[in-house]
C-alpha cells in the first residue's frame, strides 16, 4: 500500500526503534546491491553510519557508497517477521542518497553530532566501536507499508 504523506509519520514512528534494515543500490550497470545495515531516523531523514566495524575495503571503495555516488535513488527496507503471521509487516521506503562527512560547514558539523549521539543512544555497541564521521543520509520521497490483514480481495 502507498504510504500517503499524513501516514509517512506514523510509518516513521513505527520504524524507529527497529534495530536493523536493508538497503538496496543500484550500480551503473543496473545490478541491484543489498546490505543490511543500521540506522537513526532524524525527522523525516534516515541516517546509516560508515562506522568502526571491519570492512575488506577502505571506505571510498565500499560498493554501497560507489552505487550513492553514482545513482542517489535507493530504497530502505525494514521488516518485521514472526512466527504469528498475523504479526507480519514491512516498510520500504524510497528516497535520494548522499554521503556526508565533517565539513567546514558549521550547520553540517551539528547534523554529524547529533546523528553522532543519536545513534550512540540507540547502538550502545558504538561506545566501544566508533561510529566513525562518515554517513549516508537518505531523504525519504515515498514509500509502501503493508501488514497482515484478515480482509481479501
Not at 10 to 15: D, N, S, T, Y
Not at 28 to 49: E, R
Not at 76 to 89: G, I, M, P, R
Not at 118 to 132: D, H, I, M, N, R
Request: aromatic content about 12%; overall charge positive.
Amino acid at each position: 500500500m502507498q504510504i500517503i504523506e499524513s501516514k509517512l509519520n506514523q510509518i516513521l514512528k513505527l520504524i524507529k526503534s527497529e534495530r536493523v534494515a536493508r538497503l538496496a543500490t543500484t550500480a551503473s550497470d543496473l545490478q541491484p546491491y543489498l546490505t543490511p545495515v543500521v540506522f537513526i531516523l532524524d525527522k523525516k531523514n534516515i541516517y546509516i553510519p560508515l562506522d568502526y566495524k571491519p570492512k575488506t575495503v577502505s571506505f571510498n571503495r565500499l560498493k554501497r557508497v560507489r552505487n550513492i555516488q553514482k545513482n542517489p535513488k535507493v530504497a530502505f527496507l525494514v521488516d518485521n517477521y514472526e512466527e504469528v503471521w498475523k504479526q507480519l509487516w514491512f516498510v520500504m521506503l524510497i528516497g535520494r542518497a548522499t554521503i556526508i562527512e565533517s565539513a567546514k560547514n558549521e550547520s553540517r558539523n551539528r547534523e554529524i553530532c547529533r546523528v553522532h549521539d543519536l545513534l550512540l543512544e540507540k547502538y550502545t555497541q558504538y561506545s566501544t566501536l566508533g561510529v566513525g564521521d562518515k554517513y549516508i543520509k537518505i531523504i525519504v520521497l515515498s514509500g509502501f507499508y503493508w501488514r497482515y490483514t484478515e480482509t481479501r480481495k
